[in-house]
C-alpha cells in the first residue's frame, strides 16, 4: 500500500462522513442499489476491509515493552507528531476554551471513561484546548487515567490547563469549574495569560458571603476582589446562585440590563463554548466507523478534527468562498475527500462493474489524459503497427481468407510477401526461419505479433514473459529480443 491508496482510504472517509453514513455498514454504502458510485470507483469494498483490518500505529514488536510506561504506546508517536503540528498553521483568537471531550467507545480499553452527563456516556476522554470563536482544535491531550496502583492524581484541573495552554501569550482562558482556581489564575497570570471561569463553591478561597443565596433577590449579583482577580456571585433564580472568577475584570459593570448579568457572566457565555461546538462540529460529518479497536477510534477522531481545523484556516484565507452558502462545511468536506480519493481513480487500471462508477473512472482517467496531452510530446515513429489483440475470426486484408493466426508482418505496410498465419500454408518456411517459395526473407526486425487462437496461448505467453517457444526457439528468441 502506497500513499495514494492511504491518501484514498481517507478520503472514502471523509466522503462516508459528509454523506452521514458512519452509522450505515460498508456493505451497504459499496451497494450498488443503496450506495454511492464514488466509493465503488474508488476501490473495492474488499480493499476498503484489508486496509481497516491491517492499519496500524507502530511496531508491534516492541509495543509491550511501551505499553509497560504508556498506557497510549499504540498510536503515541503518531499522536505526537500530529499534536504537534496543530499550533503551527493557526493563532488562535483573543479567548481559548479548555475543556474536556469524549470519543463515544464501548470495547475494550485501559483507559475508557465514564462521563454520565455526556451523550454517549463511555469513551476515552480528551483535552483540547480550542479557539473561542472558530473552535480551532490548537492543542489536545488524551487522558489515559491514573498509573497501574498509583495514587490519583491531584490538583488534576491546574495542570491540564498548564500543559494545554503552552506556548499561548497575551490571551484569555475560558475554563469551567473542573478546573478553575485562585492559584491556577495565578500561574496564567505570569504567563501573561488571564483566567475566566465557574468555581465550585468548596474551594477554600472563596469568602462565604458569595456562597449563600438565602433572602437574596433574584437577578442580584455580590463581587469580591483582590489586587488581580474578581468574584462574582449572581442569583439567576431563587435559592440558586453560581460564582465565577475573573482576573480579566477588575470592576463589576453590568452589562445585560434586562437580566442584570455581570460584563463576567456575559464573557464566560460568549467564550465557553469553543471545545463543545468543535465536538458538534466533528460528530456531525464523522468518518467513524464502527471497530473494537481502540487506536483506530482515536485514528478516526484525528481525521475529524483535522478536516474541521482545514476547514478554519481555507475560510481565513478565502473569506469569500461559497458567500451567501449554508452549508460551507459540508462543500468543502465534500471537495476534501473527492480530491483525496481522485490520484487513485486516475491511477486504477480496472473500471467497477457498475455502469455509474465505471462512468466517473473513465471521466477522471480522460480529464487526466486530456490535461497531460497539452504538454509537448515526441512523435511516434511511421513504423509503429498496430496490434490486435482479438481472437474473433477477421477477414485478412492481404489475403482475403477468415483465420486468428499469429500474424508476421513487414513493418512497410505495401509489402505483403511475408504475411502469413502461423498454422497457415507457409507457416513451416517462416517458423524454420527459412524464406518460402516466392518469398523474400524477413529483414526487419520491427514485427508486429497478433494474439492468436487458443491453442497458440503457449506462444503468446511465451513472447509476453521473454522466454522462448518450445516449436522453434531461435526463432522466438529473434523476435522477442528485436522487438
Known amino acids: 500500500m ?3 491508496h492511504l491518501h484514498a482510504y481517507f478520503g472514502v472517509l471523509i466522503l462516508a462522513g459528509v454523506f452521514r453514513s ?49 498506557k497510549l504506546a499504540a498510536i503515541r508517536t503518531v499522536w505526537d507528531k500530529w499534536v504537534s503540528r496543530l499550533p503551527l498553521l493557526y493563532n488562535p483568537g483573543p479567548n481559548v476554551t479548555i475543556d474536556e471531550q469524549l470519543m463515544p467507545f464501548r470495547g475494550r480499553c485501559p483507559f475508557r471513561q465514564y462521563i454520565p452527563s455526556k451523550p454517549a456516556k463511555y469513551g476515552i476522554k480528551i483535552w483540547a484546548a480550542c479557539d473561542a470563536t472558530s473552535s480551532y482544535a490548537w492543542n489536545l491531550q488524551v487522558y489515559t487515567g491514573k498509573a497501574d496502583g498509583g495514587a490519583p492524581e491531584k490538583n488534576q484541573g491546574m495542570r ?22 485562585h492559584k491556577l489564575g495565578q500561574e496564567l497570570l505570569k504567563r501573561k495569560l488571564t483566567m475566566v471561569g465557574t468555581i465550585r463553591k468548596n474551594k477554600s478561597e472563596l469568602p462565604p458571603q458569595l456562597l449563600t443565596s438565602k433572602n437574596r433577590p433574584v437577578k442580584s449579583s455580590k463581587f469580591a476582589y483582590t489586587a488581580d482577580t474578581s468574584l462574582v456571585s449572581y ?11 475573573s482576573t480579566l475584570h477588575g470592576d463589576g459593570r453590568i452589562c445585560d440590563q434586562e437580566h442584570h448579568k455581570p460584563e463576567i457572566i456575559m464573557d ?19 468518518c467513524k466507523r464502527r471497530t473494537l479497536r481502540w487506536p483506530l477510534v482515536i485514528f478516526f477522531d484525528m481525521l475529524d478534527i483535522s478536516a474541521n481545523n ?60 486530456g490535461a497531460l ?44 510477401s511475408v504475411h502469413t498465419p502461423l498454422g497457415g500454408e507457409n507457416t513451416k518456411g517462416i517458423l524454420n526461419d527459412q524464406p518460402s517459395m516466392g518469398q523474400p526473407e524477413v529483414e526487419s526486425p520491427a514485427a508486429a505479433i497478433q494474439v492468436g487462437p487458443r491453442k497458440r496461448l503457449h506462444e503468446v505467453t511465451a513472447q509476453r514473459k521473454g522466454l522462448v517457444c518450445h516449436e522453434d526457439k531461435r526463432l522466438w528468441s529473434q523476435m522477442i529480443s528485436t522487438w
Open 2 to 4: 502506497d500513499q495514494t
Open 22 to 70: 458512519k452509522g450505515e455498514s460498508a456493505e451497504s454504502l459499496w451497494d450498488a442499489e443503496t450506495g454511492r458510485e464514488i466509493f465503488r470507483a474508488t476501490m473495492s469494498l474488499e480493499n476498503f476491509h484489508i486496509i481497516s483490518r491491517i492499519i496500524r500505529f507502530d511496531n508491534r514488536d516492541d509495543r509491550p515493552a511501551r505499553r509497560q510506561r504508556d
Open 160 to 181: 491540564v490547563v498548564l500543559d494545554m495552554s503552552q506556548g499561548l501569550s497575551g490571551h484569555n482562558i475560558t475554563c469551567d469549574n473542573f478546573f478553575t482556581s
Open 235 to 245: 442569583v439567576p433564580k431563587k435559592g440558586r446562585n453560581v460564582v465565577l472568577m
Open 268 to 286: 464566560y457565555n460568549a467564550t465557553k463554548g469553543g471545545v463543545d461546538n468543535m465536538d458538534k462540529l466533528v460528530t456531525a460529518y464523522s
Open 310 to 369: 482545514a476547514f478554519v484556516i481555507w475560510m481565513a484565507l478565502n473569506p469569500e468562498w461559497n458567500r451567501g452558502k449554508l452549508q460551507k462545511r459540508r462543500l468543502f468536506l465534500e471537495d476534501l475527500g473527492k480530491a483525496l480519493v481522485r490520484p487513485q481513480i486516475e491511477e486504477r487500471q480496472h473500471f467497477p462493474r457498475t455502469p455509474a462508477s465505471a462512468a466517473i473512472v473513465r471521466r477522471i482517467q480522460e480529464e487526466n489524459a
Open 373 to 416: 496531452s497539452t504538454q509537448p510530446t515526441e512523435p511516434q515513429s511511421a513504423e509503429a503497427e498496430v496490434v490486435n489483440t482479438s481472437n474473433k475470426k477477421k477477414r485478412c486484408e492481404d489475403t482475403g481468407r477468415f483465420h486468428t493466426g499469429i500474424h508476421i508482418a513487414r513493418a512497410d505496410p505495401n509489402d505483403s
